[in-house]
């Protein structure tokens, strides 16, 4: 049942930096998607098309998006909330374009407010044309459901309330059902109930986590989705980010630390680790500050 091969999406640029005070240059971003694919990754979230008054470190979204030297092979995906990031993101010449596109909503009430203002059937409303007009021009688009395993604001979050967006999401047509836990509270068994329900909807390889780590939970939330036979996972090079309106919520479970137990595991990745720690030694000397990954620390001392 375990799945000989994984995918990791590398979401550092994006869901890592958004949170990161001190503002990275555009170029710095870029060189980083590009260690990142060198190493291996075969998806990476970029930037976001998102109000800059909000989120003032993806404003270089469209700068981020021009500066990439693509690979073959790999996918770059950004955050579209509504058509003003749509059309921004497609306002670029074609070889620009974004692969994938995310609508990002929640499963609580409460963070759908915080995170992007309007209720989660509101958000559903600004995310069909999104959708409409994504499939339009041949791009693909996945989901993010926040919250899906406890919210900042409201608390306990049921599986009845995840299945609830993932069957909105569905209805409008996103091709790709993302659980993500914002703020990293949930446990292996939650977690399995929350995926049965986006499974229910969604072909397993359609499905994926998106694990922070704020309670150390997410390699265990990892294997636990595994034994499902969930084979696609977020991860952010150097356990970068959190989310700016998920107050203490940390970083994505770092990319090193996953690789590190798929490899261990038999599980191929594509990945190569060395180039994985330059990647995440990289970011860290921009940021001056170590990696948040113990695999990395750990490999980086030998
Ligand atoms: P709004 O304020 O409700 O929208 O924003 P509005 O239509 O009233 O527009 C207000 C202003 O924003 C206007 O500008 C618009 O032009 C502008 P003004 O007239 O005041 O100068 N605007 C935009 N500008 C650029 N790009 C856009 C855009 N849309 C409106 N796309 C909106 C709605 C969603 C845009 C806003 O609330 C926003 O940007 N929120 C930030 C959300 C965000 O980026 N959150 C972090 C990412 S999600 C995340 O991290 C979770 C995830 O990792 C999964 C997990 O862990 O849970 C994915
Ligand atoms: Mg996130």
Not at 253 to 261: F, K
Request: net charge negative.
């Amino acid at each position: 049942m375990v799945p000989d091969r994984v995918k990791l999406v590398d979401v550092g640029p994006r869901d890592g930096l958004q949170n990161e005070k001190q503002m990275v240059d555009a170029a710095h971003k870029i060189e980083l998607v590009h260690l990142l694919q060198a190493a291996g990754l075969r998806e990476v979230e970029v930037t976001s098309f998102v109000s800059p008054k909000w989120v003032p470190q993806m404003a270089d979204n469209a700068q981020v998006m021009a500066g990439i030297r693509r690979q073959p092979g790999v996918r770059y995906s950004v955050l579209t909330p509504n058509m003003k990031g749509l059309e921004a993101a497609l306002s670029a010449p074609r070889e620009q374009w974004p692969d994938e596109v995310v609508v990002f909503g929640a499963a609580s009430e409460a963070f759908s407010q915080r995170n992007i203002n309007c209720s989660v059937e509101e958000s559903i409303e600004r995310f069909r044309p999104v959708v409409q007009a994504a499939h339009e021009q041949g791009i693909k688009v996945r989901s993010a459901i926040s919250c899906a395993l406890g919210c900042p604001y409201q608390g306990e979050v049921t599986p009845d309330e995840v299945e609830r967006v993932v069957v909105l999401m569905k209805g409008i047509g996103v091709d790709h059902c993302g659980v993500a836990d914002t703020i990293g509270v949930g446990t292996p068994r939650r977690v399995q109930a929350a995926m049965e329900r986006a499974l229910r909807h969604y072909p397993i390889a359609e499905v994926s986590g998106h694990f922070h780590d704020t309670y150390g939970q997410a390699l265990a939330n990892i294997y636990a989705c595994l034994e499902m036979g969930i084979a696609t996972f977020d991860s952010s090079i150097a356990g970068l980010g959190g989310c700016p309106y998920a107050k203490g919520a940390t970083g994505n479970v770092a990319t090193e630390d996953v690789a590190y137990m798929l490899r261990g595991m038999g599980i191929d990745t594509g990945i190569d680790m060395d180039r994985l720690l330059d990647a995440g030694a990289y970011i860290s000397g921009v940021l001056e500050r170590p990696p948040v990954s113990r695999a990395a620390k750990a490999l980086l001392i030998k």
